[in-house]
């Protein structure tokens, strides 16, 4: 459930509020003059691993020989 509290009451209970979103799990809609500007939610954990970014890193597809020649080519343009 989201609740709506003023920007002038979040930053008084600034710290509390924290608390709230870390420990219950809360969300907090912050609003200036009653319309919403952001949004105070719990970060979700990382849903890849590392072996993931592995498996991805070796299925990947190679790149041709000429792709190499391309990019130093490119490179070597934008130095000057």
Known sequence: MK???????AAR???ALLNRVH???????????????C???PVQPATRTLA???HLLHST????????????EVTVQQRC
């Open 23 to 37: 420990y219950q799990g809360e969300e907090f809609v912050i609003e200036r003059s009653g319309k919403p500007v």
């Open 52 to 54: 993931d970014l592995v």
């Open 39 to 41: 949004r105070i939610i």
């Open 61 to 72: 597809p190679k790149p041709d020989p000429g792709y190499w020649d391309t990019l130093e």
């Open 13 to 15: 209970t600034f710290p």
């Open 3 to 9: 609740l709506h509290i003023s920007a002038t009451q």
